[in-house]
């Protein structure tokens, strides 16, 4: 009875999927090949974040070694197309194996952002989840597992990040 059960949920799973979700629209690709003049501190680590590609990719469509030292006032080549999931009428999805955010409104993409993501031992959550509260120029009250992590690593040991560029909660900005 029990398997006779879990088949009989199985295809009512699949036919509510099936019926209630819509179809996927025309593939999206969103970002450019554009070029990228070299800023003082600028590194090819700093400039794949900011974009959401690969260091080593940026290093290949350059001609580089991933090793390389920018020098300021060099170009690069950046090529930050990706493509978008299917729209959703409104929300944002992460797609976390491409490492970027999307947000729609009105079933339009109107914003992707690069985004970090978990580690091999602290992976990012999935799932469907709403947003309850929308903070500008957040304080980051570091987890306690971070703040080991600095310590283990001889690292200052911060409770808290105040706004600014070294704020993980407030990084990236809208592109």
């Not at 970002?31 to 400039?47: F, H, K, N, Q, W």
């Not at 970027?100 to 989840?129: I, N, Y």
């Not at 971070?146 to 600014?164: H, K, S």
Request: glycine fraction near 6%; aromatic fraction near 6%; proline fraction near 10%.
């Amino acid at each position: 009875m029990d398997v006779v059960f879990r088949l009989v949920m199985h295809a009512l799973m699949a036919w509510l999927v099936f019926t209630l979700c819509p179809e996927p629209q025309s593939t999206v690709v969103t970002g450019a090949v554009r070029p990228y003049e070299i800023s003082d501190g600028d590194t090819l680590t700093s400039v794949a974040a900011r974009f959401g590609v690969e260091p080593r990719t940026l290093a290949r469509d350059n001609s580089l070694r991933p090793e390389a030292r920018l020098r300021t006032g060099d170009r690069l080549i950046v090529d930050d197309r990706h493509v978008a999931p299917p729209a959703i009428p409104d929300g944002v999805v992460l797609n976390v194996a491409q490492r970027m955010l999307f947000v729609f409104v009105d079933g339009e993409l109107v914003r992707a952002f690069p985004a970090a993501v978990g580690k091999p031992d602290w992976a990012t959550p999935v799932g469907r989840f709403s947003v309850l509260i929308k903070e500008i120029e957040p304080v980051w009250d570091v987890p306690v597992s971070i703040q080991q992590e600095m310590a283990r690593e001889g690292r200052p040991v911060l409770t808290t990040v105040p706004p600014g560029p070294d704020n993980p909660s407030a990084a990236g900005g809208w592109r």
